[in-house]
T-cell receptor, first 111, second 112 residues
Framework: QQPVQSPQAVILREGEDAVINCSSS?????VHWYRQKHGEAPVFLMI?????EQKGHEKISASFNEKKQQSSLYLTASQLSYSGTYFC????????????FGPGTSLSVIP | NAGVTQTPKFQVLKTGQSMTLQCAQD?????MSWYRQDPGMGLRLIHY???????DQGEVPNGYNVSRSTTEDFPLRLLSAAPSQTSVYFC???????????FGSGTRLTVV
């Protein structure tokens, strides 16, 4: 039931763009995205509900393809502060009271 | 608002000891969850609750108990600590299933 994330890790230079993907084998009710910096708690970025939507948050946006059971997180014009581990969390339609997280994608932004 | 408060922040236990990790939130959130995070790993769901008096198992519930007698509190009990339970434990809460979760700062537990 754990979602799959790709890539596992990515290194960017400031100003470059990145895409992080999240996919599930089950029909999804929602997809959550969180960022965790080293030694800190995860911080909520956004949630996408079934209905196939796209959301934006500053230069970070996400899409949700309900039919493909996939979500992508887009980081544009990356900043040093974007470094961290990004987790997607999914709620499946048959059990949407709990959020199961993927293994995470480590993102490093270098000058 | 304090948000989600976890205590203690650090704890060392001996194998076989029991203890309770405390979690309290002051945001009137109905949904609360416990996760554990091992080094370099993702977050694994231990137990969760959708309201006072309602709890259910997550991905890795063995060795842990929970109860939810009030909306504010969701304690996690380790029945007989084992070295495999060495981890960072996060409590999280949400208004409902259509909202994101707010995480506490975590409890770093070491079992020797």
């Amino acid at each position: 039931q754990q979602p799959v994330q790709s890539p596992q890790a990515v290194i960017l230079r400031e100003g470059e763009d990145a895409v992080i993907n999240c996919s599930s084998s089950k029909a999804l009710y929602s997809v959550h995205w969180y960022r965790q910096k080293h030694g800190e708690a995860p911080v909520f970025l956004m949630i996408l509900l079934k209905g196939g939507e796209q959301k934006g948050h500053e230069k970070i946006s996400a899409s949700f393809n309900e039919k493909k059971q996939q979500s992508s997180l887009y980081l544009t014009a990356s900043q040093l502060s974007y470094s961290g581990t990004y987790f997607c969390g999914t709620e499946v339609q048959t059990s949407y009271d709990k959020v199961i997280f993927g293994p995470g994608t480590s993102l490093s932004v270098i000058p | 608002n304090a948000g989600v408060t976890q205590t203690p922040k650090f704890q060392v236990l001996k194998t076989g000891q029991s203890m309770t990790l405390q979690c309290a939130q002051d945001m009137n959130h109905e949904y609360m969850s416990w996760y554990r995070q091992d080094p370099g790993m993702g977050l694994r769901l231990i137990h969760y609750s959708v309201g006072a008096g309602i709890t259910d198992q997550g991905e890795v519930p063995n060795g842990y108990n929970v109860s939810r007698s009030t909306t504010e509190d969701f304690p996690l009990r380790l029945l007989s600590a084992a070295p495999s339970q060495t981890s960072v434990y996060f409590c999280a809460s949400s208004y409902s299933g259509q909202y994101g979760y707010t995480f506490g700062s975590g409890t770093r537990l070491t079992v020797v």
